[in-house]
């Protein structure tokens, strides 16, 4: 390598930043544990970077490559979702950019599960009441009950990566599956499913037989007792099959009142507005989310309210926070690996210096 390529790094990723400092990079990272003001990124970025690490806290767009303008030669972002990054943009700049999609699949959909656990037993209000010293008495049903996730029906919404990964640990919990999904259908995954759900029952090993099947989005919202949400977040005019808002007063209405929302997707995909006041109201029974349409979660929330705290799970945008998948370099296992690899792929010309080969690069119809 005979340039010194020189990185600015928005926050910290850990080890991998030593991986391309041995390379001989001149890497610079933000110290503070905040993202920086965009004025910040666009100063480092007018300097003549050749390539930016970003996270999903930080608004990448024209203002940005415009500044990057004979410089700048690629954005590693350190997450799957890349709603803060303007693919139009980066398009008509020219700029690649990557993403760590597959590496975080598994630990972002056992979070989700976890959440649904916890959620529906109560975990968070019963540990409350052995920590608050109010546990008087073992009662078959005092102070309260949860619901058991066994054997009950859930709605993936987005099959995707981590959708299906989901489905997975449904299905290890004798779950029924409903799947929605309006632009991608895994029938192959969903007919496998089927086969291990049905040779189960088959060798004793569960009692009774479960399904899996591709159903509308009314259906799913009206049949399941939990709906758990995998989708990118699509603003209006993005794509055929926006998910802003996707959970609003008039899908939150068409769940069932016992039912359970859990959200590691994206904030903006859910009102929180129109959340709060389905859990006031009892539409729904309770709701678990890792994302918020602010973040972090403002302190006027109205998901903070007192009277839903019991049936309110709040976690902070940590679906994907396990050390491995974090801080791994390998790009085979960690977030930091794969997006450091991303850089490394472009700003060395890996593949002949095709971008399309690239396999970390997203917008990859900017450069056919
Ligand atoms: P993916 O692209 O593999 O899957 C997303 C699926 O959503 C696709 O199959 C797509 O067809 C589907 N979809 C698009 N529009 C839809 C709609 N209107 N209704 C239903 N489905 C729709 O992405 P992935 O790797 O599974 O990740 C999904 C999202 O999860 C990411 O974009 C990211 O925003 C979020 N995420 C959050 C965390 C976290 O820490 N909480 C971690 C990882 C990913």
Redesign the pocket.
């Known amino acids: 390598m005979s340039k010194t390529f020189r990185v600015f790094a928005t926050c910290d990723i850990g080890p991998s930043i030593d991986l391309l400092r041995k390379r001989g990079y001149d890497v610079e990272v933000y110290p503070q544990p905040e993202a920086p003001p965009k004025s910040l990124i666009i100063q480092k970025v007018k300097s003549g970077i050749d390539g930016l690490i970003t996270t999903l806290r930080d608004p990448i767009d024209a203002e940005v490559f415009e500044a990057g303008k004979g410089s700048l030669k690629v954005v590693a972002q350190i997450a ?2 890349f709603d803060n990054i303007n693919r139009a943009d980066a398009n008509r700049y020219q700029i690649p950019f990557t993403n760590t ?1 597959e590496v ?2 598994e630990a ?1 959909a056992e979070f989700a599960f976890f959440m649904l656990g916890a959620l529906a037993r109560r975990m968070w209000t019963a540990e409350h009441l052995t920590r608050e010293n109010q546990w008087g008495y073992w009662h078959p049903y005092l102070p309260f009950l949860g619901n058991e996730v066994t054997g009950k029906t859930i709605a993936i ?7 299906l990964a989901m489905i997975k640990k449904c299905a290890g919990f004798d779950m029924n599956i409903l799947c ?5 259908q895994n029938k192959e995954f969903v007919t496998a499913i089927q086969d291990t759900m049905d040779l189960r029952v088959a060798r004793g090993i569960s009692k009774e037989k479960n399904w899996i099947k591709y159903v509308p989005l009314n259906d799913a919202l009206a049949q399941a007792d939990f709906v758990s949400v ?5 603003r209006e005019g993005e794509s055929s ?3 802003y808002h ?1 959970f609003n007063e008039q899908s939150l209405r068409k769940m069932k009142s016992s039912a359970f929302l859990v959200n ?3 904030g903006p995909v859910v009102d929180e507005n129109a959340l709060a006041k389905a859990l006031r109201e009892k539409w729904i029974a309770g709701a678990a989310l ?2 918020y349409e602010k973040e972090p979660l403002p302190a006027n929330s109205p998901l903070r309210d007192p009277a839903i705290e019991d049936r309110c799970r709040l976690l902070p ?1 940590f ?2 926070a396990a050390e491995i998948t974090r801080l791994s370099n390998d790009p085979n296992k960690g977030m930091a690996g794969r997006c450091v690899q991303g850089l490394i792929d472009v700003l060395e010309g890996n593949y002949e210096g095709d971008v399309t080969k690239m396999p970390y690069v997203v917008n990859k119809e900017a450069f056919v």
Do not use: E, K
């Open positions: 799957v979702g999609a975080l699949t972002t919404i987005g099959t995707g990566r981590i959708g929605y999904d309006p632009a991608y995998h989708v990118p977040l699509i099959t926006p998910t996707l590691t997707s994206r890792d994302v945008h679906a994907s």
